[in-house]
């Protein structure tokens, strides 16, 4: 089945410096991937996808993603942190299901920018 | 408009009470989704509908209910809850992309904090 994995619960870094937010997949087939942030007490935002084409996918609010088929990883970076960008950062990955798609999301990585 | 709307906010309810959660959004999005997020952990699916219709239930406890009476609302009737309820819950929605719902981006409301006492 279709999933993804983030290895780590909690990434910290300082402001300025560049950050990694750290993603692989187990896929069957082409991977449908995604990139989703949560601010507290908020939803969540898409910030990317990859879904065919250039393995270096660029999002909302200067985040990129590389996706990296021998890896099996799609790692979310950002060249200059800010410390806005503190959130909790959800990979996620689309499913087909008998009913249509699902998007099924890793366990989450904190991400904590220090001034 | 590209918000995805949900009321209310917050909702504490006793076991015994029946609730109602609604989510509305007019981005003419033909898939709605319910998902539960318990604290620190991510969203787990729990109802899919597309045009209207129930397409996918992840095997959720029939004292919850969910309905989708038009293209715009989508809400979650509660009844009977546990404490163990108590989440984070979210809606979203999602465009069409050449008339088929893909499921690539999906809009998220703030969610309802639920609270079952």
């Known amino acids: 089945a279709q999933s993804v994995a983030q290895p780590e619960d909690q990434v910290n870094v300082a402001e300025g410096n560049p950050l990694t937010v750290k993603c692989t997949y187990s896929?069957?087939?082409?991977?449908?991937l995604f990139w989703y942030v949560q601010y507290p007490n908020r939803g969540l935002q898409f910030l990317l996808k990859?879904?065919?084409?250039?393995?270096l996918v660029k999002g909302s609010y200067g985040f990129e993603a590389e996706f990296n088929k021998s890896q099996t990883s799609f790692h979310l970076k950002k060249p200059s942190a800010l410390v806005s960008d503190s959130a909790l950062y959800f990979c996620a990955v689309r499913r087909r299901n008998t009913g249509g798609f699902k998007t099924i999301f890793g366990a989450g990585t904190r991400l904590f920018v220090k001034a | 408009d590209t918000e995805v709307t949900q009321t209310p906010k917050h909702l504490v309810m006793g076991m015994t009470n029946k609730k109602s959660l609604k989510c509305e959004q007019h981005m003419g999005h033909r898939a709605m989704y319910w998902y539960k997020q318990k604290a620190k952990k991510p969203p787990e699916l729990m109802f899919v509908?597309?045009?209207?219709?129930?397409?996918i239930n992840e095997s959720v406890p029939s004292r919850f209910s969910p309905e989708c009476p038009n293209s715009s609302l989508l809400n979650l009737h509660l009844h009977a809850l546990q404490p163990e309820d108590s989440a984070l819950y979210l809606c979203a929605s999602s465009p069409l992309a050449g008339g088929i719902i893909t499921n690539e981006k999906l809009f998220f409301g703030s969610g309802t904090q639920l609270s079952v006492l």
């Open positions: 509908y597309s045009y209207e219709k129930l397409s």
């Open positions: 990859y879904i065919t084409g250039d393995n």
């Open positions: 896929v069957s087939g082409n991977p449908y």
